[in-house]
């Protein structure tokens, strides 16, 4: 295990004052970090379909940039983290792989926001994640999950235009192995929620 990763509990109750379930999801492409970021915020022991790839989706999984994987998700991934007493998030991590994506629309019902992770070794495996999101009106912030083995570093900034995002669209980095920093994405995403509210709230 990584050091940096501290290992969520293997059971943890539900609290009796929580009201308010959220459902988020968490998309992107093949190998981006999707499992590993549920993995490392849940705080129960999470859900995972992850099997070993096979010879079977050779030519089928785009695996460039990837030689270090050996899993792939299935299905999705399913954890649990609180924000506090009454608001806990549910998170499902969508599959990354083309054959897949039939899935997302499914994840998608109900979800009240996402998470996009990039990875900018494959920044173009991005753009289904965003256009789905965009299609079912979801909203949604970016989260860079900064590999040790980048050729170049981009900036956000960089990063934000060749994603043609709005400006209101947040974009942040992140190590989805940490769990302090993957708890900032969730943070970011509900906090982005609430000011969606508050404008909708205020809006005539």
Not at 45 to 62: H, K, S, W
Not at 69 to 95: H, Q
Not at 175 to 203: F, P
Request: charged residues 25%; glycine residues 6%.
């Amino acid at each position: 295990m990584d050091s940096r990763t501290s290992e969520a509990p293997a059971r943890l109750p539900l609290a009796a004052a929580a009201r308010n379930g959220l459902k988020i999801v968490i998309v992107g492409g093949f190998g981006v970090g999707k499992t590993t970021l549920v993995r490392s915020v849940s705080e129960i022991r999470p859900l995972n379909t992850e099997e070993v790839m096979t010879q079977a989706g050779a030519g089928v999984d785009d695996t460039a940039g990837l030689t270090a994987k050996t899993t792939t998700t299935v299905a999705f991934d399913f954890g649990r983290i609180s924000l506090n007493e009454r608001t806990v998030l549910y998170l499902f991590g969508a599959p990354g792989q083309e054959r897949f994506w039939f899935l997302w629309d499914r994840l998608f019902s109900g979800t009240l926001g996402a998470v996009v992770l990039v990875d900018t070794r494959r920044m173009a495996d991005s753009w289904y994640a965003i256009d789905r999101l965009e299609h079912h009106r979801t909203p949604f912030v970016v989260a860079v999950n900064r590999f040790d083995d980048e050729e170049k570093y981009y900036s956000l900034e960089e990063i934000r235009q060749a994603l043609n995002l709005p400006e209101d669209v947040p974009l942040i980095d992140c190590d989805a192995r940490v769990r302090s920093s993957g708890k900032k994405v969730l943070i970011t995403l509900v906090d982005h929620l609430y000011q969606l509210a508050l404008a909708r709230e205020t809006t005539p």
